[in-house]
């Protein structure tokens, strides 16, 4: 890195990192409930029970294999300091919002101070954002940042093998970051007039072995958990794009909301003034995220939040460029001539453009406040408390439930999943209805009874199979109309009472 490379990065990288520390002291380890479910793969590598969520069980039930490859290995080398893997997933979430922060100041064909001034305001935006803050953990920060480092390195300085390099680990870490290669080198070769050759060998050359390998240890390259999902799809509560919206609603005020809207719509018209959309970098991402989102909505699986963070961070710095280039306008047009040239003049500008933004980094800013130190996914507190008390029954009994990433990494008894993740034959029980006799027949140990998922997962009302298990415990849930979640103990078949009370 050239020493003006590394000044232009200093001031936004002082104060993003300062913001990644504040955010980081306070979900630290934390993340959402899916993202448990890599973490237990992870874990289990980590500890010699091979890439597995219930070891002797070869199911990929995760759509990170790779990513969880690599926080077994970080956590293997820095257990001893304390650092294990759900702290290895804040600590690579936040470098990847970080570093995202940091690549517009990069950006060699916009003056300095415009490099740095939306660096800062898309970095906050970005660091601070309820819906980034819940989904610490995922491996989609990271591919966020992996994918828009390859398109800059490959297109903007010319370095295909370092491009591919990149991009081939984003798809090692979830293998839909594929549409990023091929949105990537379909740009180059538009541009070039000649295929990428030396991009698409250095993406393919580590991924092939990485899918041989997956086809050979479960029999398939592609997650169980897709099938899982799209068993969800057809009781999903509403259309796609609305729940996307109704997500965005809940993160964000309608006013801050509609304000986000704006200014990306007011950003992408001035990239288009100032630098056309034939620039590549803007091309490529572009067809990125258009084909993301179109993939996920004909593959036909429910919404998840953490598919569409690259679109709300395409938002992000849309928004902050909107802004500072509404503020610039205004600093040309209301200041006097001699003093909008000036420093100060340009000062003045982002300042407006902060103001601009406010209303959304003060409503993001008062959820860092309220939920300071507090888990983000309003579920980790009683599952990670109905985990640690199966965890404290001897041996080893299977589980049955629904939501298995929390309550499944802090327990550590084998589960079956009555989603289908990690367990396959529940998704053909769950097509012709027969999950209560998928129970009566694999006959585990305990059961989590979930009120929420009772209409869906109707097991125990089965005439005689609630008979087989009674309540050992409850544990208070203490969102809305959740209710208790209780767990069951199957009754020894001879007609005892039991070993636990």
Known sequence: MSPRVARSLLIP??????????????????????????????????????????????????????????????????RPLGLWVPQWGTLLSLAALVVAGLLPALWRARPAPERLAVSLLFGSLALTSQWNVELLGAETLPIMVLVSAAAVVALAFHRPVAGGLLVAIAMLFRLDAGLAAASIGVVWWWKRKRFPAAFAVAGLAPVVPGLIWLQGRFGSFLPNSLAGKQAEYAVAAMPYTLAEWSWLRRTLPLVACLLLLALAFAGMLALRRRAPWTHPIALALGLWLVSHEGFYRLVRVPFAPWYHVYLLNGLFFLAAYGALAAAEAA??????????????????????????????????FRYLESHWRQPPDPRYAVYAEVGEFLARIPGDGRVAMVEIGVVGYFSRKPILDLGGLVSPPAIAARKHGRLPALIEELRPCYLVDTPHFRSEYPVLERPGLAEQYRTIATFEDERPDRGRIRVLERVPAMGGKGKRR
């Open 331 to 364: 600093r040309v047009h209301l200041l006097p001539e001699r003093l909008a040239s000036r420093w100060e003049g340009r000062a003045a500008a982002v300042l407006g453009a902060g103001l601009l933004l406010t209303p959304i980094l003060f409503s993001s």
């Open 13 to 78: 990288g002082v104060a993003l990192l300062s913001l990644a520390v504040v955010v980081g002291v306070s979900f630290w380890g934390y993340s959402y409930d899916d993202a448990f479910i890599t973490y237990r793969y992870a874990d289990n590598l980590a500890t010699g029970k091979g890439l597995t969520y219930n070891p002797g069980e070869n199911v990929l039930g995760t759509t990170a294999p790779g990513y969880a490859v690599a926080l077994a290995a970080l956590s293997r080398l820095t």
